[in-house]
């Protein structure tokens, strides 16, 4: 059963879900077409007017959606309210903004006039993952609804409570059927709607195994694609940072969301100068994690989402230690039930480790010592990921400096990477491509039109 309610905390199997027959799959997309003709000539006040309601009664349910991220993948009670705040402002941000963002532009040109109007593609079909159940939704749906566009979505098969919350929004605030669809689709009519010529356009949030699967199928279809992908953040620590308040930073750059974040600390690098005592208080912090209840607000460890997830994950820390890795706290699951893995750091980890290479997407932080500046920016770059990174220093122009030199999509000083709705989110490299979030982020799937008026005669 690939769509179920799974409760990580406990191991409990709560709730099925079946996925959608063929014919329910082209019920949902004709309507969606069906809806698309109106919308696309709705004025923006109109679509602000529902945007912005669905984002008002979403506020007004906070504790339900976040109870259910809590329950459906772990999320600490006080993170998904978090979340659910996040995408209410992402919501807003767009119902206000958006007919700014797509203002037709006027081309200085030599000759004539010529003006460049964004108009809408058609229906989008976004795949989104589990690890923020409703930000990752937010952040396709508000910039795409308010350009014009029509969207159906894939959720993750562990999130379909959340999911289907999410969808039910748009119906409650009478928004016209067929512009916001929850598909509870298997892998083949994932691709079976990216064949569809009725889809104009694919966002896929997610690994980058899925990514690449996705992509190339949009490619097949020559479909234009944005990949919000894996990442492997590196975490900077240089030689004038303030090490108690960069300590504070490490915990929750590693540890937000269990440690299942595309943008979390994943690669801790180091200056030689602080290296050994910042291991140390590192390691002290992340031993002390309280595991618990995620809805309990002692609790600061929650479960992983799933537990494949863990499974993957004790994995690859089992493959890193045979290939040379330290161990320098946790290294494996905790003893009680449900999917709880050890706050762990390794360390000694040579460019021929697997771990050197891979995402570790859960509370396990790689540990590396730069000797110099060039040193930390030389082992950041050493990735085949480019999502996000921080930079920790006493100096920001320093800091600045080196974030030139940073080959990622996002830079951060002073600051874990972090996200909010008016400031671009995306990467680069195996990380994907594409950008969400900010003005970027409605112009992916907008139709720039020219139109020019020339009023010449044609050569005899
Ligand atoms: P995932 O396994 O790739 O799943 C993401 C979505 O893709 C889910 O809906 C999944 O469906 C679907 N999917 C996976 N393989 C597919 C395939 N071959 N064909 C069609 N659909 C497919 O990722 P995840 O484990 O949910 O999320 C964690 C990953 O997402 C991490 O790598 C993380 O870094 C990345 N992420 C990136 C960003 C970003 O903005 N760059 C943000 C959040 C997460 P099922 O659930 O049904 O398998």
């Known amino acids: 059963m690939s769509y179920q309610t799974v409760n990580p905390a406990t191991g409990e199997t709560l709730q099925k879900f079946d996925e959608m027959t063929t014919s329910e799959l082209e019920i949902a997309v004709s309507r969606a077409a069906a809806c698309f003709q109106t919308w696309r000539d709705s004025s923006f006040a109109q679509r602000a007017k529902i945007v912005a309601e669905a984002a008002s009664l979403m506020e007004s349910r906070v504790d339900e959606f976040a109870r259910l991220a809590t329950l459906e993948m772990g999320k600490l009670y006080a993170q998904a309210q978090g979340e659910v705040m996040l995408s209410v402002s992402i919501l807003r941000y767009y119902a206000t903004n958006a007919e700014r963002f797509l203002a037709t532009e006027q081309l200085d040109v030599r000759d004539g ?20 159940p409703y930000y990752q939704l937010a952040r396709f749906v508000a910039p795409n609804l308010m350009a014009g566009n029509v969207v159906i979505v894939k959720h993750a098969g562990s999130v379909p409570q959340c999911a289907l919350a999410f969808e039910a929004l748009w119906r409650e605030v009478g928004a016209p059927s067929g512009l916001y669809t929850n598909l509870f689709a298997s892998y083949e009519q994932v691709n079976s709607i990216i064949d569809d010529p009725r889809i104009k356009g694919v966002a896929l949030t997610g690994s980058s195994g899925a990514g690449r699967s996705v992509a190339a199928r949009a490619g097949q279809n020559l479909k234009k694609s944005t990949m919000e992908l894996g990442g492997s953040d590196p975490f900077i620590v240089l030689a004038d940072a303030d090490i108690d308040k960069t300590l504070k930073w490490a915990m929750v750059a590693k540890m937000n969301n269990n440690g299942q974040s595309c943008v979390a600390g994943k690669r801790f690098i180091v200056d030689a100068s602080h290296a050994d005592s910042f291991l140390e208080r590192f390691a002290a912090a992340m031993s002390s994690l309280h595991p618990g209840d995620p809805m309990e607000i002692t609790t600061t460890l929650g479960p992983l989402s799933i537990e494949a997830a863990l499974e993957i994950l004790e994995a690859q ?10 161990v320098v706290t946790g290294g494996k699951r905790l003893d009680r039930a449900g999917s709880f893995f050890a706050p762990t750091i390794l360390t000694d980890i040579t460019p021929d480790n697997p771990a050197y290479h891979e995402e570790f997407f859960g509370p396990v932080a790689l540990f590396f010592t730069s000797v110099d500046d060039d040193d930390a920016v030389r082992l950041a770059n050493d990735s085949d990921f480019g999502l996000g990174c921080s930079i920790f220093t006493e100096d920001e122009q320093h800091g600045e400096r080196l974030a030139s030199r940073i080959e990622s999509g996002m830079v951060f000083i002073n600051h874990p990477t972090w996200t909010a709705a008016d400031i671009p989110f995306g990467g680069v490299k195996t990380s994907g491509y594409g950008r969400e979030l900010s003005p970027a982020g409605i112009h992916e799937f907008v139709n720039k039109k020219l139109v020019r008026v020339l009023p010449i005669d044609a050569p005899a």
């Open 113 to 132: 006039t010529a003006r460049v109007e964004s108009s809408p593609l058609g229906i989008l079909f976004g795949v989104q993952p589990w690890n923020f």
């Open 317 to 326: 820390v089992v493959k890193a230690v045979e290939a040379g890795a330290t």
